[in-house]
């Protein structure tokens, strides 16, 4: 790897290193600022709603959102026109105090880091679910109550289908990841085969150079 190709690896590294952090104090001011549960619900749905549906739809909004050359006092007049009388004052304030330090652009990593501490505080945790086909009703009961059990709290399955990986499960949970993947252990069977057909190759070299 050139020299180049690891600087911009390890800066990328750092921005978004640097843009978690950054997310998790965000969201946590938010959280603790909420004065009751349905305050909570309400803006977690309108964060939700901006980063994944508003987004979505409107592209060149997260750009402007996001770029340095338009000024605060702009941003802050498209808040207001936007979502004044639309969202709670709760959620258009925060906004605001984002426009104010410059840090709307990490709304999406805010939205995910408040969904996150939403979850641990209520004791949910999300689980990333891969499969070969979809799961059935008997799978998914199964795999809820193990995750429940090894986790101590309520698993949220997020499901995908990818045909990829041939059969089994890969499952993530967090920092976690545990891979049942058929593809997987085709892999690990042939790495295997590999290695030992290597070895009987260096076995016969050194007889024969004995």
Do not use: C
């Not at 709760?90 to 652009?105: A, I, K, Q, Y």
């Not at 085709?186 to 004995?210: M, P, T, V």
Request: net charge negative; charged share 30%; hydrophobic share 40%.
């Amino acid at each position: 790897m050139s020299d180049t190709a690891e600087l911009q690896i390890h800066h990328r590294t750092m921005l978004d290193d640097e843009t978690r952090h950054v997310a998790r104090v965000y969201a946590e001011a938010l959280y603790n600022a909420m004065p009751s549960e349905e305050h909570l619900q309400e803006v977690l749905n309108e964060l939700e709603t901006l980063t994944q549906g508003v987004f979505r739809q409107d592209p060149g909004l997260e750009l402007f959102f996001s770029s340095a050359a338009i000024s605060r006092e702009r941003k802050a007049e498209v808040i207001h026109s936007a979502f004044d009388h639309k969202a709670s004052p709760e959620f258009v304030r925060f906004l605001l105090v984002l426009n104010n330090h410059d840090r709307l652009g990490a709304l999406r990593a805010i939205a995910d880091a408040f969904h996150e501490l939403y979850d641990r505080k209520h004791r949910k945790i999300v689980a990333q679910v891969r499969s070969a086909v979809p799961l059935t009703d008997q799978e998914r009961h199964r795999l809820i109550d193990d995750l429940r059990s090894v986790t101590g709290m309520e698993p949220i399955l997020h499901e995908q289908v990818d045909p990829e990986i041939l059969g089994g499960l890969i499952v993530r949970v967090q920092d976690w990841v545990y891979d049942a993947s058929v593809r997987t252990r085709i892999q690990a069977i042939r790495s295997q085969l590999i290695e030992r057909s290597s070895h009987g190759i260096q076995s016969g070299r050194d007889r024969f150079s004995n």
